[in-house]
Structures are given as C-alpha cells and as structure tokens.
C-alpha cells in the first residue's frame, strides 16, 4: 500500500499530492537506477514462456500491498523478462528511443492525464499537437501543404500501422463515394515486396481484395526500391482488366533493408492516374531532418500522406507515430463521429480541428508534450548530431564486417542499419541455417540483441543502430561478440557435418 | 537544454542517469504541486480557438531551451488551455481516472519504454498483461472461458472504440470466412440507440453497409435497454430478407444514460441465430467489481467478447481498455501478420502469445504494469469502497436535484451518473434552450464541468461523478452553482421573453 494512505479512520485517497511527490521520487530513483546499471542486464531477456506465472499469485489481492514490495518485484520478476530495448547493445528491428526529455514529456502527459478527443475537452492537447507537427515538418522540409495553414496538417498517431491504416480508409471511402461501394472488389492497392507487413493488415482491415493486392518484387539492382516501370505496367494491366488502381503505399527506409523507393518517379504515376499516394518513413524520416539525407524525400510533394516515428530514431518515447496528409477532409470523411453527448459550440461552428476524426480511436493521450520537450530540450542541431552519429557508427560497423573475409555485406548502407552476412560454405543451404544459429548463439549471450530477415531468399543479419546511449565501444564490442560466436558456429558446423558424414559412413558399412 | 548536457567538447547525451534523475525528480514535484492547487484552475478551459498559436514560435529551436523555461511555458501557456480532467469538480462524460499507482505504474512503462508487440520482445509485457487481466476478470467474476487458461484471455486495447473495432472484425472474417467475401453486402450489425458512436465508426470501417446497422429503438420502458423482442423480430425481418445478422454490440452502461441491455435474454438468441455478441461495459463495468453490482453482468456467459476501460473508473490512467475474447483464434485469424523480420522460435512453435495479433497497431507500451500497480497498492476493497463512494455521492446529487422542483431526475440513477433537467416552462422549446443555456453559464463560471445529451428528444443534464479527488463537498457545491445559475437564466428568460413581447406589441402599435 501507499504508506500514510490507509489509516484506521481516513477515507481511502488514491491522489493525494504529498504522496505522488513522495512515491514519484522513489520512483524517478529507481528508473534513474535502471539506466545507471543497464548494460548489466542481458539485452534480450533469457526467460522461458510461462515464467512469470509461477512468480506471481493468481488474484488480486483484497489489501493493499507495500510499495517497496512492488518495486522489489520489478526488480525480481519483471526485469529478468525485459528484452531491453533501451540498452547500448539494442540493435534489433529499428530502435524505440527513449530520452530524458521524452520521459519527462510522457511523465507530465500521464501528469495532466486528459483525454483530448475534441478541442474542447482539452484546447491545449489539440493545439501544441498542430503546432507541433507544423514545426517537425518544417525540419523535414515538407512541402507547405501538410501544414496546418492550408487543408492538412499533422496529427499523432500511435503506430505507422495505424497511419497507413487511416489514410487507406480515406482513400477507400473516398473512392467509393465516387464509385459506388459495390466496387471494393474492383480496389487495386500497390507497394513493394519490401512494404511493412502492416500494410497487408490495413488491406484485410479494409475489405480490399487480397487479390487486388500488387506486390512489386525488388532486387538489388533497384536498390530494394520499386522498379517504377513494373509499377506503371501493372496499373496498366490492372486497367485493362477493368480494376480500379486507387492506393500506393510507398517506403523510404523500409525494415528489411532500409531500402528507399523512388518517390519522384513513382510519384508521377499516381498523379498521373489519380492514385492515393502514401509514403511510409517510419525508420528512416527521422535522417531527413539533416541537409545531406533530405534527398530521399524528392518526390514527398506528389504524396497526399506521409508518416514517420518520432518514436523510433528520435529520442521520442513510445508512441509518437506523426502523420501529415495534404487534404485532412478525406480523413475526417471517412472517421468522424458526431453524437450528441460530445457536441459542443466550437466543434458545430467549425472553428476548430477535433483530431477523433482523424483516428480510429475516439480517446487520445496528450502526446504532442513530449515531442514538444524534445524539440524544445535538445534542439535540431543536436538532435540532427544524435542521427549522423548513429549513422557514423553504422559505417564503422560496416567497415569492421568488410575487414573480416568471412562476412559479406549485403545491401548499401543507407542510413545506420547494416545488413550482413555470414558467408555460406558450399555445401550449406545458402547460410540459412548458419546465419539463424550465428542470431541464436549470439542473442543467447546476452551481450547484444540483433535481428534477422529474409531478401532475395537468403537469410540476412540485421544490426541497426539507435539507441540512445550507443557509443563506439557498443558497437566495436558488439563485433567481437559477433564473430566469436562465428569461429565456434564454424567449428560446430564442421564437426556436426564430420559427425554426420562418419554416421553414414557407419551405417554404409554396417547394412 | 538539460543542463550539463552540453558542456563544450562534451558529446550529446539524451539518456544520461543521473539527469534523469535531477530532472525526473523537479517533474514529479512540479506534477505533485499540480494536484495540490488543481481546484484554482476554471475546470473547463476557458481559452479561445488558435490561443497557442500566438504564444509559441513557428518553428523548433535550433538550440536546446532551459528545462525551466519548458515548465514555465507549461504553467502559462499550457495549463490554461489544460480541461482538468483530475479536478475533483470534473463531472462531464465519463471520468478519466487517475491516480498516484496508475501515474507510477506509466512512470515506469515509460521508462522501460519496451516495445512489446511479440512476447520475445519483452516477454514480462505480454506475461504480466495475461496474468493481470486474468485478476481483473477474476474480480468481475467473468466466466472461466475468458480466463487464459483456455482458448480465451485478456488484452490491454487503447480503447473500448478499438476493442469494438478488433471483434467485429473477427466476426466478420469468421462468418465472411465461412459464406464467401461478395456476401458482405448480406451481413447486419444490431445495437441499441444509446450505443457508442465508435460500434458505427468500427461499421463503417470494416464495410459493413450502412443500411444493415440495425438500430433498435430504446425508450423509458424497458430503461433504455434494447426490448428483446423487438430484437428478435429485428432478426427474423432481417433473414427472410435473405440477409445474415451476425454481430450484437451491447452496453452496459450507456454513455447517455448508463443505461443497461438485457444482457440474458439478447444473449440467448445471439446464441440461437450463432451471432458474435460483444458486451461494451467501458464505464459501468469497474462498478461490476462490487458483488451488490455485479448481477448487471449476468449474461455475459453468452458473450463472446467483453470490454471495460480501468482507465475510466478504475484509477488506471489513460489508455487502458480491457478486453476479454472467449476463443482468441477469431482475432488473430484476423488479424495476425508474421512477416520475416519479426519470425522468432517461440511464435514459430506456437509456444507463446504475440499480442499483435489482437490488436490494430504493431507496437504497443507496457501497459500492464499501471494495472498491476493500481490492484497490488490498492487492493480490490479499496477499490470497492472506492466506486460505492462515487455511487453515494452521485445517489446524494439526485436527492438535492429532486429536492429543487424547478428540475427532474430524467433516468434511474444505476451507477454514478445522474442524468436530469431543468423543467421547461410552457412556452419553450422542451427545455432544449434553457438547458443548454444552463450547461454554458455552469461550465462558463469555471467552477465545475459537465456534458449533456439527447434521449428520446429531450436535451439532457449529465453530472458524472467519477473523479479521484471528488467528495461530498464537491458535489454540494457543485450543485449550488448550478441551482444559482438556474436562477440567473429563469430570469434573463423570462426577461427576454418580456421584451419580445413588448417589441412585437411596439412593432404592432407602429403599424
């Protein structure tokens, strides 16, 4: 229980100030604690399904418990089944950044704990939001028609999924109104073999067709992009089998390989054929708040949206997905609601923006608070120092995998993640096997954490770097680990295979 | 800038412990000083459209800002566009609770900052979000088959509008799986009148037609409860038009008027007709935890699918929707992606569960750990003690409404929300006008907020009692300002309806 709380005679009193301030400085000491003493835990957690259940009782209980006693369970029960994401030696998938000032910003956010569906239940959630995501766009240099000055503007979302979710859903029922709604079965999206799997989730979602639902193949020779031409060919044929082409869901970054696709020229086609074009920079946007990588959003101009994760690769705790769409009518089109009990005199008079209608849910948190605080708190000179010297530690990396002979690099490294790996002997399945128990050896030691991922059907090491406290010697170290477990795998192999062979040959010799 | 962070030659450093700490520390004292002079601030803002927008500049700072100008800026600018959602005079929709465990328990979430969409991403997110929502459906005393133990279990969605949203999709899939995708057009949704607008959102989402959203129409009869037999014929109308009614959204506790449906009888013939029936008890369902409450969830053993949000009543604060399925198969059928660079050998042997599949977004927070906090710290008796004590309070605001006989009490008070009005005059438009004029001068004084509605074409008072910090003296005074509020407008109404008249008997004399 929260001590002082529950006296014999006193009511029960969950928000008492004196005690939030007391509680919440052992709480900040202990978070403050956790980060001090992170690089000793095993970055990928080493607990076996189930474990929690054994360590916990299987009710609530009827009395209140001691704090210390919950904090003393976070540090034997919880923490053991953290995969920490937040450790220098964090380099799977793509980061999840947490920062100071991201934690401060979530901390005042639960603080305030307001729901800010509609301007009125909170003008100030609404408003730093827009102004907000007017001053991450001006950094990205978008084009003035997502700002909130005309008819679009930014809106937070929780995930890139739930972006490309919304902005498929105005694309559809926008269409639809045109067309008819009989005609879902005629909707025609298009993306990448490389697109985000929540796509595909968005589609099912949304009723397309699976059918209908163009996978472009990449190779390496386009760079993992799409090939505008099959792009173009394909709405072509499309057409002629009397389908109606509608959405593009295009990726600058995408999670395989950070691969980039050609936004001008892909670009051109939509409007050309009066296609929804959506750009999906979840990783990578977060690069092109520098000069020198803004080049790979050319073509951003013929979008009608565009998403990147603040939570991801900019010091943004999680979530803080921003979403900006050139015409925000379709959007509210497609998810507004109106009923009764929440109208008010701003919303009916249209004067102010009331971001449930840019949403799936009707509920939002204040999140706008903590990019605010980040922006404010770090700057964007520092925070575009943080990018280039993540990406400066990529290059490093990649030039450690090159000295060794027996890696390979597999893609160009775009931005910090690099995609390697373990070269094949002849008579191995291409390095499947021996990439997956390079992962699972390496992962197990806990010393590091990376991923994994298929293209052009050979298995891939991924190691992406972003974490907010990677230094160089994460990562040099991190190497070592890595091919260490490299020499033993090797030796493992070759024995396995020597074992085997001697295996058949006894078998040979005993029929 | 975060101070000592950027000394001359010193590297940027975003996630720095023991500024954590220093600044974590002065962000809990000033959340603490918050809540301690909460009741200064005019409940409901009172800023205008577009006031943020002049006090901020239009773009972000090139150079880190002092942290004291950040809070600075948070206390002049912020807070007075800020609707308290924590004040104890908080009495509009529904309450958004916070509260010092449920503050404590995001301060770590946010913290860890994991990003738990598979169990090998942190498994203690998905094991403590399976072993705590097995506690909360143990204290609603909710069927075995939602417990994890079978094909069924718990999940933390953002929203009770999300959680709609996931169900129905899998309804639509199984059946769709079933009787092929064209039939579509062939499937109905049924729900009251007083359901939420997000079961319309969800239908418009998922494609269901707008002419098969059958609502049935409620009135005083049946307490604005769904009359079963008008559902029933509903159905049969439905199939002998060839079409397949397969989804009821029923509530238990309406946003207009807590109003309850019927759950055992509408239950039984979802079960006849094989209907997927989902119960939204978002509000009403915390109060289900008191046993003398729990009889209003009878029936929901024909549910497949049930929803309450702690974040609403249960001291959790924002979001935590909790949703219960019967047979979890329906929504990751649904809604599962498994693409390469996510595969780990736990999902691939199916030893574990991956909440990604239950929900819209990919990534999710660490949510769990807020309602750990809140059941462990609290204790389900406090817990208890605590709903009964906002139903006594909402039960003592009726007595003082009927005691004016200016108002009536409009529904039976069943939880702790009291729905009424002040009584129209003769020559009035039903109250519409005095009503809504009422609510505007209350919620104008700053001194408390609340909402209204229409049911059954009568504008509606609602006073929702529901915040943490909300005790008897919050309710007698509130209800003072609105009795002297009731006064000023009778006599401004009455007074302007005198100078009518007098101007039409001038513009006559003039004639």
Redesign the interface.
């Known amino acids: 229980?929260?001590n002082g709380n529950?006296g014999e005679n006193e009511?029960?009193k969950?928000?008492?100030?004196?005690?939030?301030?007391e509680?919440?400085?052992k709480?900040?000491?202990?978070?403050?604690?956790?980060?001090?003493s992170i690089e000793k835990f095993p970055v990928?957690?080493q607990?076996q399904?189930?474990?929690?259940?054994d360590l916990?009782p299987?009710?609530?209980?009827?009395?209140?418990?001691k704090?210390q006693?919950?904090l003393d369970d976070?540090t034997k029960?919880?923490?053991?089944?953290?995969?920490?994401?937040?450790s220098p030696n964090f380099f799977g998938?793509y980061p999840?950044?947490?920062?100071?000032?991201?934690?401060?910003g979530?901390?005042?956010c639960?603080?305030?704990?307001?729901?800010g569906f509609s301007?009125?239940?909170?003008?100030?959630?609404t408003?730093?939001e827009v102004?907000v995501l007017?001053?991450?766009a001006?950094?990205l240099n978008l084009p003035d028609q997502f700002l909130s000055s005309g008819h679009g503007g930014g809106v937070i979302q929780?995930?890139?999924?739930?972006a490309i979710?919304v902005v498929l859903?105005a694309a559809r029922?926008k269409i639809l109104g045109r067309i008819g709604?009989?005609s879902?079965?005629k909707l025609v999206v298009y993306s990448s073999d490389q697109v985000?799997?929540?796509f595909?989730?968005a589609c099912?979602?949304?009723?397309i067709?699976t059918e209908n639902f163009r996978v472009l193949k990449t190779d390496a020779s386009s760079g993992y992009g799409i090939d505008p031409k099959k792009f173009d060919q394909a709405i072509h044929d499309d057409m002629e089998a009397g389908l109606i082409p509608f959405f593009l869901c295009s990726t600058v970054g995408t999670?395989?390989s950070a691969s980039v696709d050609p936004l001008v020229e892909i670009g051109q086609i939509t409007e050309e054929n009066d296609m929804w074009f959506h750009v999906d920079a979840a990783y990578a946007g977060s690069a092109c708040i520098c000069p020198e990588y803004r080049h790979y959003l050319d073509g951003v101009e013929y979008a009608d949206s565009f998403c990147m994760n603040a939570?991801k690769w900019l010091?943004t705790?999680?979530?803080c997905s921003a979403l900006w769409v050139k015409d925000s009518s379709a959007l509210v089109n497609?998810?507004s609601?109106?009923?009764?009990?929440?109208?008010n005199?701003?919303s009916e008079q249209k004067?102010?923006v009331d971001f449930k209608d840019w949403q799936?849910?009707?509920?939002r948190?204040f999140r706008s608070?903590k990019l605010w605080?980040v922006?404010?708190?770090?700057?964007?000179?520092?925070l575009r120092?943080?990018i280039r010297?993540h990406i400066k530690l990529a290059n490093l990396f990649e030039q450690l995998v090159r000295s060794d002979s027996r890696f390979e690099i597999v893609c160009p490294t775009l931005f910090s993640l690099v995609c390697f790996r373990f070269l094949p002997s002849n008579d191995d399945n291409d390095g499947y096997e021996l990439n997956s128990m390079l992962l699972?050896a390496v992962n197990s030691t806990g010393q590091l954490f990376f991923?994994?991922?298929?293209i052009s059907d050979k298995y891939i090491l991924?190691f992406a770097v972003g974490a907010?406290?990677t230094e160089e010697r994460h990562v040099r170290e991190s190497w070592k680990v890595i091919q260490n477990q490299a020499t033993i795998i090797s030796r493992q192999h070759i024995l396995s295979k020597t074992n085997m062979k001697s295996k058949c040959e006894g078998m040979i010799a005993n029929e």
């Open positions: 229980m929260l529950m009511p029960f969950p928000m008492d100030s004196e005690q939030l301030r509680y919440g400085h709480m900040v000491d202990f978070i403050a604690d956790y980060y001090k990928l957690s607990v399904p189930y474990y929690l259940k916990l299987d009710a609530a209980p009827d009395q209140p418990e704090f006693d919950v976070i029960k919880i923490i053991p089944g953290v995969t920490h994401w937040q998938y999840g950044n947490s920062s100071i000032a991201g934690f401060l979530e901390m005042i639960s603080g305030l704990n307001v729901i301007w009125i239940t909170s003008p100030a959630s408003e730093l102004i007017d001053w991450l001006k950094l929780g995930t890139a999924s739930e979710l859903l029922d709604r009989n879902l079965d985000h799997a929540a595909k989730k099912q979602i949304a009723g067709y999670t395989s939570h010091l705790n999680f979530d497609s998810l609601t109106n009923p009764e009990f929440l109208k005199k701003m004067k102010v799936i849910p009707l509920g948190r608070l605080m922006l404010r708190l770090y700057g964007a000179e520092n120092e943080y010297n699972d991923t994994h991922t298929i991924r907010a406290l």
